[in-house]
Each structure stands twice: as structure tokens, then as C-alpha cells.
């Protein structure tokens, strides 16, 4: 059972660009969940989905990021126009329900730098 | 809203020493709390784990103690070793996502 599979691992964007990151759950899992990584910081959270629906994107910034999750494919977290203070290790975790013995796996993370 | 703190890194130790990584937490109802580790370049991967108030999680050495009257959840490991360096975060369970700390750096000496 592959686990949570994220790419690219490394993405190069020059400013103004649209970076794309996409991440395939572990199978069986409807849960997901998008977190951004700065140097030397913790996890912020950005944003969870389920299939076809955001359920909470209170951590995403209000302007040229998205999310999404389709019925078939994987997620994918868009940012348009990037800027310097995008760059970040971005991850997502899944999981297949969201309860107290719930454990979501994380996968090994994009991380984005913006030249 | 719930929120997480950690003890101030990084820390550094000789192996064998005694590790203790203090964790509080601000939560509203009993969450459940978590110890994630990060080891240079990778993803998270869960450590421990306890769900209810004075459950102990332990895993490779390392124990923490869910207090609910001390709203805290401190790792412990009893002798370190030189591949424990990496990055711990201690995590709660809010209503719909995982709250971090801010992480602590471990290293290892030998």
C-alpha cells in the first residue's frame, strides 16, 4: 500500500509564475489535508478536502491560492503570481475519516523555491 | 482558538543523555495529542499518539503522559541516540485539522 505521494518533490518557479502541486491520498483515504512549512517554522494548516468539497480553508492566504480535490485524480494546491515569500516546503496528509483514533499520513513534501 | 507551544530549540545533547521536549496545548474539549518526528528532507511521521486524559503514548523508546490538569504533553526518551536527530512537533486535534508547535531541533552528539 503506497503511501501519501506527493510531486513534484523540488519545483523552481521564477516570480509570477503558477506553480502546481499535487498530492495522491493513500488509497482508501477521502481526507486531505494541505500544510505549508517556512525554514525553521512549524506546520501551518492551509486547507482540508474532502472529495469534491473544501471543508475548511480558514489557512489559506485570501488571494492566488487554490485548492482542490476531484472525484478522480489527485489534489492539487495551485498558487498563481508566485512571489519570493511562497517559497516553502508544502505538505499534505490524508486520512480516511476525521475522528479522535484518526491518524493522518503525511507525504515527503514539495518543496517550492521561487527565483 | 486551539494552539500548540513548544519548547524554544534547538536542543543538543551527548548520546545516552536524558531527553525532555516540553509541549502545552489551548484546546477547547479533550483533543487528542500527537508527537510527529521529521528527519532531514522528509515528511512527518507519527511518533506517539495519546487520546484521552493520563494515557501514556511510547514508541521506539520514546513515552509522553496526556495531563489534563497541566494541559501538557512532554516527550521523554531515557537515552538518546545519534539517528534520534531530527525535528519533533507536537500536535492536537482540533475540530477539522491538526494544530502544530513550531517544532523543536534535536541533536545528537556522540
Known amino acids: 500500500n503506497a503511501g501519501v505521494m506527493q510531486n513534484p518533490r523540488h519545483l523552481v518557479r521564477r516570480r509570477g509564475q503558477e506553480a502546481r502541486l499535487r498530492c495522491s491520498p493513500m488509497k482508501g483515504h477521502s481526507h486531505v489535508y494541505w500544510y505549508r512549512q517556512l525554514p525553521e517554522e512549524g506546520l501551518k494548516f492551509m486547507v482540508y478536502l474532502q472529495k469534491e468539497n473544501i471543508i475548511d480553508e480558514s489557512g489559506m492566504p485570501k488571494e492566488r491560492f487554490s485548492a482542490e480535490f476531484p472525484k478522480e485524480g489527485p489534489s492539487i494546491l495551485r498558487i498563481q503570481q508566485v512571489v519570493r515569500g511562497d517559497s516553502a516546503a508544502y505538505f499534505c496528509?490524508?486520512?480516511?475519516?476525521?475522528?479522535?483514533?484518526?491518524?493522518?499520513?503525511f507525504g515527503q513534501g514539495t518543496r517550492l523555491t521561487v527565483v | 482558538g486551539d494552539s500548540v507551544t513548544q519548547m524554544e530549540g534547538p536542543v543538543t545533547l551527548s548520546e545516552e543523555a536524558f531527553l525532555t521536549i516540553n509541549c502545552t496545548y489551548t484546546?477547547?474539549?479533550?483533543?487528542?495529542l500527537f508527537w510527529y518526528v521529521q528527519y532531514p528532507g522528509e515528511g512527518l511521521q507519527l511518533l506517539l499518539k495519546?487520546?484521552?486524559?493520563?494515557d501514556k503514548g511510547s514508541n521506539k523508546g520514546f513515552e509522553a503522559t496526556y495531563r489534563k490538569e497541566t494541559t501538557s504533553f512532554h516527550l521523554e526518551k531515557g537515552s538518546v541516540q545519534v539517528s534520534d536527530s531530527a525535528v519533533y512537533f507536537c500536535a492536537l486535534q482540533g475540530a477539522q485539522k491538526l494544530v502544530f508547535g513550531q517544532g523543536t531541533r534535536l541533536t545528537i552528539n556522540p
Open positions: 495519546a487520546t484521552k486524559a493520563d
Open positions: 496528509a490524508s486520512s480516511p475519516q476525521w475522528g479522535t483514533n484518526t491518524e493522518a499520513f
Open positions: 484546546a477547547t474539549g479533550y483533543p487528542s
